[in-house]
């Protein structure tokens, strides 16, 4: 069965670095989001593409995060300059149009 | 702005007993998902709801969803250990838009 892929399934950076998180959709899916999952608390949605473009961000999502579709497959996150307060579980997830299935996650820790 | 809430927050219950977990959101919305999220892993689609009325069940648990009273449940039949775990209700207000998650219920079933 087709599943979302995320690497790296750990990261850890020195704060004000740049990281990029990788995600590769389930191939026929059309909707691709973003969360984030600080520990121990509920899910947060952070931003979703469609059609190569941004079609909804949170308020979370600003100016430092970035996202990119570079291929047919591949999905990026990039936080350009790292805070301790991104430090999180890093989930994506693709839809063909209804349930949004989810990525392992990429756990990021910034030091 | 949706807010989804869902209790009780920690659920501790002996092994063979039923119980249910709520889950209210603020706003009309296109769908109402059930997900299931074991420490440190990722999230686990278990249903989605997309009318008045809709039921599902998988096993020993069921879900359903009353869209007048904004009101989701998640019914647990003769709990086993195995079903520990956090519960995450999720709201989808339109078809490939962001979901807004509850807080999530931790539930623990001892033998």
């Known amino acids: 069965e087709p599943e979302v892929t995320q690497t790296p399934s750990h990261q850890v950076t020195q704060m004000g670095q740049e990281v990029i998180l990788r995600c590769v959709p389930i191939?026929?899916?059309?909707?691709f989001y973003w969360y984030r999952q600080i520990l121990g608390q509920k899910v947060e949605f952070l931003v979703s593409f469609y059609n190569n473009e941004i079609s909804e961000k949170s308020e979370i999502f600003d100016d430092q995060f970035s996202v990119e579709r570079p291929d047919g497959s591949n999905f990026t996150l990039k936080i350009r300059s790292t805070k301790l307060e991104d430090s999180a579980m890093y989930f994506c997830a693709s839809t063909p149009q209804e349930t949004q299935y989810f990525g392992p996650g990429t756990r990021l820790l910034v030091l | 702005e949706l807010k989804v809430e869902q209790n009780p927050l920690f659920l501790s219950m002996q092994e063979g007993k039923n119980y249910t977990i709520y889950c209210n959101y603020s706003t009309t919305s296109d769908r109402l998902y059930w997900y299931r999220q074991d420490p440190g892993k990722s999230l686990e689609s278990l249903f989605v709801?997309?009318?008045?009325?809709a039921v599902k069940q998988e096993g020993r648990l069921m879900a359903s969803l009353d869209t007048k009273a904004r009101l989701s449940t998640l019914h647990i039949t003769a709990a086993v250990h195995d079903l520990s775990a956090t519960y995450f209700c999720?709201?989808?207000?339109?078809?490939?838009?962001?979901?807004?998650f509850g807080e999530g219920t931790q539930l623990t079933v001892n033998p």
């Open positions: 191939s026929n899916h059309l909707y």
């Open positions: 999720a709201v989808e207000e339109t078809s490939g838009s962001r979901l807004t």
């Open positions: 709801l997309l009318s008045n009325g």
